[in-house]
């Protein structure tokens, strides 16, 4: 951590302001420059190769419509047409469990990882705060969301366009789009994506105050991702299911119709905002609350 | 937001090193509130949304009809919910499964309209639709990250399946006698086969006003008056300004949840964009033609079919109706002498299906009937097929005096 970067204090809010940023960006590098960081973005990029591929090798034969009977991930059926379809694929591949493990790793890694590194009092002997300390940490969980996402959709595109052709694309609702209106809204998607990802990257943050096991944080924040994605699969909860942070995931696909379907959209980000207020405070209530002995 | 946000580094350190358990355990309220103020919001925000019943000036049931009947709606958009609790077995995949294994046996593709008019009949589902004159309509049934759209534009009728990429095209000429391919879905389609049935074993009132999709409207409530009827009531929702029904809830008479219910959530009479109904099949898209004069007979008699006819293979001679009104049975001829193999006949399998059903007796022999909510259906052991939206003992009266 490269504390003594912070410039001497002038007077007024500039200095704080500049502080934050100063503690943001060291997080931010530290985070990055981490080989299981690297590891998992690398992973998250590998993705859309694979199903770029397959979906390639697969209609190698003459069969230009995609995998009978309309499994897979949703617009698997119109990459061969189109490669700016992989992109909406790959998210909708990672979205469910890839993505949110990655961002899992790194916000369960948060609080939990400095303290079992013995770290943490470092952090907090600088002038900075507790309060403030924990809003870079989420900051920079949340700038991984965003990361990671556009990875993959920066990936897809790239894969998509060596493997498939490009141009106009058919909205599911049957309409065509320009190849520009198309990016546009591959870009939104992927922000879509992002943004589903902040309510467990609360959750995580959240889990990483209560130990000081930096392991132990990550797998019970992957380990709760994994129960409430099985708890969202059975009918039986159905009252539940709404609240239920992955619920409304897919709804991303939703910014393909035309026009296009806002009313689960707004439903999902509503419930990240939620989740982020909730565990946000949370973990803001644990942090400042508890003792730091490592 | 806390005290100690100074560059005082140490006096921060030291307030925040030695909190008291009070002060630990207040700052767990903030994360409680933020959960009751969403609960609260959850729980209130619908409440205080619905604004009161409107006041709109009195009219009569026979006055609301007329307008219902006058109502010329030409261009409209807006979106559907259709909820179906026949209170089947919940077959889950295996449903959609089937009824997509049959359309495919049909003639191969997962475009055709028939093979997505089935899975209307449970659960609930979002549509689109759109409008704009006789000639350009636009129905979309919203799935998770795909779509089924069915587009009439002018001569051309397309179906559209997203999530196989595959294409169904057909000619409105084909389809002549209904110029809407479409499956009924929209309250108004549902309204228009109730309101075929009011007659004089009917009441119909107004049932006060109501706030549908933002819009006021007349709430005529239909009620048969006829015993041996399982329908309770029907209510439809009339847009007090153009007359189109917004809204239509069926309830059976034993109680409970609606069977059917249709409504707008959103609703507009704008005219639609008209990028809405230009279509042309996506380069690579799988494209089935419609069959020589094979018109895509998706109606409600269909639906009944589907409904009470689910087990009897297709009849050999067309149904034929008896009674009329609320209390009319369908009744067609399987040919297979047996039915529903019963109880010890048919191994496993009769079994099986005889426990989905109940035995009854009567003059005209045995047989087995299975129930939903609203439609029982009477398959007797000489393989006649009574199916209605009645009770138990009409159809077992219908089969006695058929006999």
């Known amino acids: 951590m490269s504390r003594a970067e912070a410039p001497p204090a002038p007077a007024g809010r500039r200095p704080r302001a500049l502080w934050t940023f ?42 230009s419509s995609g995998p009978d009977g309309g499994g897979g991930p949703a617009f698997i059926a119109q990459i061969t047409n ?70 993959v959709a920066v990936s897809a595109l790239a894969v998509g366009a060596l493997l498939f052709p490009l141009g106009d694309l058919t909205t599911i609702s049957g309409t065509r789009i320009g190849f520009a209106d198309g990016l546009g809204r591959a870009l939104l998607i992927a922000l879509v994506v992002a943004a589903s990802l902040v309510g467990v990257a609360a959750l995580g943050l959240f889990v990483s105050t209560l130990t000081n096991s930096g392991i132990a944080a990550m797998a019970t924040t992957v380990g709760l991702l994994i129960t409430v994605q099985i708890l969202d699969q059975i009918p039986q909860l159905h009252a539940l299911r709404p609240y239920l942070f992955p619920h409304y995931w897919l709804s991303f696909a939703d910014l393909m119709r035309d026009p296009v379907y806002w009313d689960d959209l707004v439903k999902n980000l509503g419930l990240q905002a939620l989740y982020a207020a909730v565990f946000g405070s949370a973990a803001w209530a644990r942090f400042t609350a508890k003792d730091i002995s490592a | 937001m806390a005290p100690y946000e100074s560059d005082d580094a140490t006096a921060a350190a030291q307030a925040e090193d030695a909190p008291s358990g009070r002060r630990k355990a207040a700052r767990y309220a903030v994360p409680v509130a933020v959960v009751g103020v969403a609960a609260a919001t959850i729980g209130l925000v619908p409440a205080l949304a619905d604004s009161g019943d409107p006041a709109l000036p009195k009219i009569t049931a026979q006055q609301l009809i007329d307008k219902i009947a006058k109502s010329d709606v030409q261009r409209l958009s807006g979106t559907v919910k259709v909820s179906t609790d026949l209170g089947l077995p919940n077959l889950g995949g295996l449903e959609s499964t089937l009824a997509s294994g049959a359309a495919r046996g049909g003639d191969g593709s997962s475009a055709d309209p028939k093979s997505h008019l089935t899975e209307l009949v449970s659960g609930t589902h979002t549509l689109r639709v759109a409008a704009d004159g006789p000639d350009r309509q636009k129905l979309s049934l919203l799935e998770s990250g795909a779509e089924y759209s069915m587009i009439h534009d002018g001569k051309d009728v397309w179906g559209y399946d997203s999530k196989t990429n595959e294409v169904y095209h057909g000619t409105a000429a084909a389809s002549a006698g209904r110029h809407r ?18 007659d004089g074993t009917t009441s119909v009132t107004v049932d006060g006003t109501a706030q549908v999709a933002g819009r006021d409207a007349y709430k005529l409530l239909i009620k048969p008056k006829q015993s041996g009827t399982t329908v309770g009531a029907v209510s439809i929702a009339v847009d007090a300004k153009t007359g189109m029904p917004l809204k239509f809830t069926l309830t059976p008479r034993s109680g409970g949840a609606a069977v059917l219910d249709a409504g707008f959530t959103q609703v507009s009479f704008a005219r639609p964009a008209a990028s809405t109904f230009d279509f042309t099949p ?37 149904p034929k109706v008896l009674g009329k009104g609320w209390t009319s049975i369908a009744t067609f001829d399987t040919g297979a002498k047996g039915g529903v193999p019963s109880g010890s006949r048919g191994g496993q399998l ?15 022999g045995k047989g087995t009937v299975f129930s939903t909510r609203l439609v029982n259906a009477l398959i007797t052991d000489d393989g006649k097929v009574y199916a209605g939206a009645v009770t138990k003992d009409a159809l077992v009266k219908a089969a006695d005096q058929g006999k």
């Open chain 1, 22 to 63: 100063g503690l943001l960006r060291s997080e931010l590098v530290t985070t990055l420059r981490r080989w299981r960081t690297l590891a998992l973005l690398g992973v998250l990029a590998a993705v859309p190769v694979l199903v770029g591929i397959a979906v390639k090798v697969e209609t190698r034969g003459g069969s």
């Open chain 2, 282 to 318: 996506p380069k690579g898209a799988k494209v089935t033609e419609e069959k020589d004069r094979r018109a895509p007979q998706a109606g409600g008699e269909d639906f009944a079919k589907g409904l009470g006819g689910a087990h009897g293979p297709q009849g050999a001679h067309g």
């Open chain 2, 181 to 198: 391919a479409a499956p009924p879905a929209t309250p108004k389609d549902f309204a228009d086969e109730a309101l075929k049935a009011v």
């Open chain 1, 82 to 151: 189109n490669g700016l379809f992989l992109v909406f694929t790959a998210l909708a591949a990672t979205l469910p469990f890839f993505l949110p493990m990655a961002v899992g790793v790194v916000a369960g890694d948060a609080i939990a990882g400095e303290a079992g590194g013995g770290t943490l009092r470092y952090l907090l002997v600088a002038p900075a705060g507790r309060t403030r300390l924990l809003l870079t940490k989420y900051t920079t969980v949340m700038a991984f969301c965003l990361l990671a996402t556009l990875v």
């Open chain 2, 350 to 364: 009769g079994g099986f299906l005889g426990s989905l059903g109940d035995q009854v007796s009567g003059k005209f």
